[in-house]
T-cell receptor, first 110, second 113 residues
């Protein structure tokens, strides 16, 4: 598999439900970042978790990182229709570039 | 809140033509990047730039590509002779020294006919 693969590829939920997206990677990392992309638009930075951190929160977002399994998850609680977007993980292996995952397309129905 | 800006938002060009994509990074940022995203695919790193030099470049960033910081505010990506497969969304990003978060611009959608 490639660096930064995410699952599921697509996720459909109702407003108010929680959405969980997973990301796996292959190499050692310095940090892992999650970005959001509305259809055809730019990338918005959501949250960064460093390799020595296990969990981080920001508003309705919760990110976990398991470096032994080389995986991360992004949880969006109490989802809203406005959360509909694609979500990407991106790893920074200390070579000053981000390697992006394949993304999860989240659809939140009102 | 400061943002990375990019112009144009869309560009259509003929194969073989040169294009220049422009970016204005956030003003106190010192590290600059270009990425691209072919439709339906993942975002791919092209090049990083610091202190007026390329820090790193990917295999995609061949001799047809170049970057420049012509003045204190702009950061450009030039494609000398565009190919059909250069059609993609091109994103510029920047970050502050000592911090890890890269801030992305809204992108330029390039279509090569």
């Amino acid at each position: 598999s490639q660096q930064g693969e995410e699952d599921p590829q697509a996720l459909s939920i109702q407003e108010g439900e929680n959405a969980t997206m997973n990301c796996s990677y292959k190499t050692s990392i310095n940090n892992l970042q999650w970005y959001r992309q509305n259809s055809g638009r730019g990338l918005v930075h959501l949250i960064l978790i460093r390799s020595n951190e296990r969990e981080k929160h920001s508003g309705r977002l919760r990110v976990t990182l398991d470096t032994s399994k080389k995986s991360s998850s992004l949880l969006i609680t109490a989802s809203r229709a406005a959360d509909t977007a694609s979500y990407f993980c991106a790893t920074d292996d200390n070579t000053d570039k981000l390697i992006f995952g394949t993304g999860t397309r989240l659809q939140v129905f009102p | 809140e400061p943002e990375v800006t990019q112009t144009p938002s869309h560009q259509v060009t003929q194969m073989g033509q040169e294009v220049i994509l422009r970016c204005v990074p956030i003003s106190n940022h010192l590290y600059f990047y270009w990425y691209r995203q072919i439709l339906g695919q993942k975002v791919e790193f092209l090049v990083s730039f610091y202190n007026n030099e390329i820090s790193e470049k990917s295999e995609i960033f061949d001799d047809q590509f170049s970057v420049e910081r012509p003045d204190g505010s702009n950061f450009t990506l030039k494609i000398r002779s565009t190919k059909l497969e250069d059609s993609a969304m091109y994103f510029c990003a920047s970050r502050l020294a000592g911090q890890e978060t890269q801030y992305f611009g809204p992108g330029t959608r390039l279509l090569v006919l």
